[in-house]
């Protein structure tokens, strides 16, 4: 198969292609900013109106475009077709007003385009692997006509666990194909060079199963062993196929997270973003709360509400940063205490999950706790263990109730609370309530976007807690380093590079970096992952000046040069 286009250079692609085909081939189309020149050489002529535009102006017109949208669904609807038919633009739009539109194309608006992915679908975007068809995906990944070095990312879900609204079958693709536009935004990545995924497995949403326009496999999920089988002949074919790339995944359940994770991870260059992103960025707000409380993170009591992927993948890198701080890793097991539906994990409870059991508790210290039911509530823990911090990763909207908040505040300084369940409405609180309630004094850090608060005349800005602080720098030091895996390590040195940049001095000052500085905290990340991957022997590539090696690899949505070329290329 001959390509199409060849990307020569940073700044320039060549084609083969003319008219019609140019405009509709993502890559290339640059609407009414094609030049005269190209317009002339690639066969334009008469297929664009007049005018030659700039790549601000049309962004400005974009952005009008985009604000005369009449509600979030609308501009989501609008920045998908535009990513679809002129990708730098799109780009050029997204960073230029990143606040405001992050929260369109990620969380949480992108949840809401995964419930209505078969209603508001208009055309496809990425690769549909089926469980029913395993020999069709070297097909499906040819047919996406990419070489092995064109391709340096792929991230994959199988629709189980998106965000905290659970199963919603082949929608879970635009969870892949959000998390690759914060990649690109945030980091540079270029776009041209990523494959988002959805593993087609089946959906258990009745609702799905008896829609009639439902586009995804119509059967429940696939379990056990041909799901084990079919997530293994994604992964061969994906690294045989694409040696270079990165394989993402996203929003599985927690069991098939962690075997997948625990499976691949010292095999291949891979990492799980619920658990280890997710660990990385929250270890980065702990370490800010200790700085701001002035207690060192060793000394940190962590009431962790929600023990499941998010929950123990932030308990587990919050505890390693702990024994690094000096703690055993006994004592610093002994720092957590993780609720979940049952109450309080203890370590007689029986149907403890593999990764929970080294956080339970042991029964013998909590025999006079009182219970609800069998379990021990989030409220009474709270009363009896004194949280410096509670984290919420529980999907359980308002758990973090006034009077648990109150208790909590009761005996610490600083209570530190960080709800982090996505998209908004599945909050365990709202800052503005977390305020008032602790008169000023918590510090907070959500996993969806909130505005800032105005209290006694402090303004408090909520650090926004989001693994899309993380996994853009790290995909990229990563890249840059191309390292063969990704260390512990390396997370480790992206939550530290993002702590870094933060100053908690100021009255209401964020424990987290603004959004609107993500590109240069995922650069800032990038470098300190090129670091980590050289010291722990994985890296395959050593750059003498790492700062300027990150910041050649980044792409930025600017047009290149469209050049036209007769011979068919290699
Ligand atoms: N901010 C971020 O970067 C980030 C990253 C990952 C996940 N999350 C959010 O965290 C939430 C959980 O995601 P996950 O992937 O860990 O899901 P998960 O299903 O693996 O974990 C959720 C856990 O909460 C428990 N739970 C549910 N109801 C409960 C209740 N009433 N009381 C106590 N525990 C209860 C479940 O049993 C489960 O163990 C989601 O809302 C997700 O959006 C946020
Ligand atoms: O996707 C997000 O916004 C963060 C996280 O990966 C989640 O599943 O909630
Ligand atoms: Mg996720």
Not at 104 to 131: D, E, F, N
Not at 334 to 357: A, E, I, S, T, Y
Not at 398 to 426: C, Q
Request: charged share 25%; proline share 5%; aromatic share 6%.
């Amino acid at each position: 198969m001959h390509k199409k286009y060849t990307i020569t250079s940073k700044n320039n692609i060549q084609t083969t292609l003319r008219g019609r085909d140019v405009l509709s081939t993502v890559v290339l189309n640059k609407g009414v900013a094609f030049t005269r020149e190209e317009r002339e050489a690639l066969g334009l002529k008469g297929l664009l109106p007049p005018a030659v535009l700039s790549i601000e102006q049309q962004a400005k017109r974009a952005y009008s475009q985009f604000c005369s949208q009449h509600d979030d669904i609308g501009k989501n609807i609008y920045l998908t077709s535009l990513q679809d038919r002129n990708e730098v633009l799109f780009f050029r739009l997204l960073s230029e007003h990143l606040s405001e539109m992050l929260p369109i194309i990620y969380t949480p608006i992108v949840g809401t385009s995964i419930k209505t992915y078969s209603h508001g679908y208009r055309r496809p975007h990425g690769i549909y692997l089926s469980i029913d068809d395993p020999d069709g995906i070297e097909e499906a990944f040819q047919n996406f006509g990419a070489g092995p070095d064109d391709i340096d990312l792929i991230v994959a879900t199988d629709g189980e666990g998106i965000l905290g609204i659970g199963d919603w079958g082949v929608g879970g693709i635009n969870i892949s194909i959000g998390k690759l536009s914060v990649y690109t935004v945030a980091a540079g990545i270029d776009p041209r060079r990523v494959i988002p995924v959805i593993l087609d497995v089946g959906t258990n949403q009745e609702r799905l199963l008896n829609d009639p326009l439902y586009i995804g496999n119509r059967h429940s999920r696939i379990r056990g062993k041909r799901y084990e089988e079919f997530i293994d002949r994604y992964v061969q074919t994906a690294t045989k196929m694409f040696p270079n790339a990165i394989l993402h995944w996203e929003d599985l359940a927690s069991g098939n997270a962690r075997q997948i994770l625990k499976k691949y991870r010292h095999q291949i260059c891979t990492f799980n973003d619920d658990i280890q992103g997710t660990g990385a960025i929250s270890l980065a707000a702990v370490l800010s709360v200790a700085k701001a409380s002035k207690t060192p993170l060793r000394d940190q009591r962590i009431v962790v509400f929600g023990a499941g992927t998010a929950g123990i993948g932030i308990a587990e890198q919050v505890r390693d940063a702990m024994i690094r701080d000096g703690l055993s890793k006994e004592e610093a097991n002994r720092r957590f205490w993780c609720v979940d539906r049952p109450g309080l994990l203890l370590d007689n409870m029986v149907d403890l999950r593999d990764f929970q059991k080294e956080f339970a508790r042991p029964a013998s210290e909590v025999s006079d706790w009182q219970r609800e039911g069998h379990g021990i509530g989030l409220g009474e823990v709270v009363r009896q263990v004194h949280p410096t911090i509670l984290i919420g990763t529980s999907t359980v909207s308002g758990a973090f109730t006034e009077e648990i908040v109150k208790e909590m505040a009761a005996h610490v300084d600083r209570p530190a609370i960080l709800p982090l369940s996505n998209p908004t409405h599945l909050s365990e609180a709202k800052p503005a309530d977390l305020i008032e309630w602790t008169d000023g004094r918590a510090l907070i850090a959500t996993g969806s976007p909130f505005d800032p608060v105005t209290y006694k005349n402090t303004t408090y800005y909520i650090g926004q807690a989001n693994n899309a602080l993380v996994f853009p720098g790290l995909g990229l030091g990563t890249i840059v380093s191309q390292a063969k895996l990704m260390t512990d390590r390396m997370f480790a040195a992206a939550s530290e590079a993002v702590a870094s940049t933060v100053d908690v001095s100021q009255p209401g000052a964020a424990v987290l970096p603004d959004v609107e500085d993500l590109r240069s905290v995922s650069a800032t990340v990038a470098v300190k992952v090129v670091e980590a991957a050289i010291a722990d022997g994985v890296a395959r590539r050593k750059p003498d000046d790492m700062i300027q090696a990150v910041q050649d690899a980044m792409w930025q949505p600017v047009y290149p040069n469209v050049e036209a070329v007769k011979d068919p290329l290699p």
